[in-house]
């Protein structure tokens, strides 16, 4: 997404798009963490119910590794 585009949907102004930003590191490290600490690939899960469970399994192993 283009900076004009994230300043356009941002009602906050600058602020906003500074939080957006951040937000949006602490996502992808977040998801670097998942790939490289803890050595996890994609699964591919057809059902809402497992899909759901493999989230929060891999957030909660996430949120473990930081707190360790």
Same mark, same amino acid.
């Given at each position: 997404? $283009?900076?004009?585009? &994230? +300043?356009?949907?941002?009602?906050?102004?600058?602020?906003? &798009?500074? /939080?957006?930003?951040?937000? +949006? /590191?602490? =996502?992808? @490290?977040? #998801? $670097?963490? +998942?790939? *490289? *600490?803890? /050595? /996890?690939?994609?699964? #591919?899960?057809? %059902?809402?119910?497992?899909?759901?469970?493999? &989230?929060?399994?891999?957030?909660? =192993? +996430?949120? %473990?590794? @930081? =707190? =360790?």
């Amino acid at each position: 997404m $283009r900076p004009d585009q &994230v +300043l356009k949907l941002c009602p906050e102004g600058e602020r906003g &798009v500074h /939080l957006y930003y951040k937000n +949006l /590191l602490e =996502a992808e @490290r977040g #998801f $670097r963490d +998942l790939k *490289s *600490s803890l /050595l /996890l690939r994609p699964i #591919f899960h057809r %059902l809402e119910h497992r899909i759901r469970a493999h &989230v929060l399994l891999c957030w909660l =192993a +996430l949120l %473990l590794t @930081r =707190a =360790a």
